[in-house]
């Protein structure tokens, strides 16, 4: 089991979690995190160009359209 945190687009941190050959990620938020959905969910299955893809996408729904044009996104 493991979990590693990093910022995505310097506005949301996020934890990706692998525990026993499953995976998922969640916008960290307090105590609680806000779960990312992906199709993708099992390490020995996954392919992870689409499960990085819904994790960008699902990010960027969540972030101010202002946000990502002053940065450049």
């Not at 692998?18 to 020995?44: A, K, L, M, P, Q």
């Amino acid at each position: 089991m493991t979990s590693i945190v990093f910022k995505m687009y310097n506005y949301f941190h996020v934890r990706f979690n692998y525990d026993r050959g499953s995976f998922g990620c969640s916008i960290v938020n307090g105590e609680y995190g806000i779960s990312i959905d992906s199709s993708e969910t099992w390490f020995d299955q996954a392919d992870f160009d689409k499960f990085f893809s819904d994790l960008q996408k699902q990010i960027e729904l969540r972030i101010p359209n202002k946000f990502l044009e002053h940065h450049g996104w």
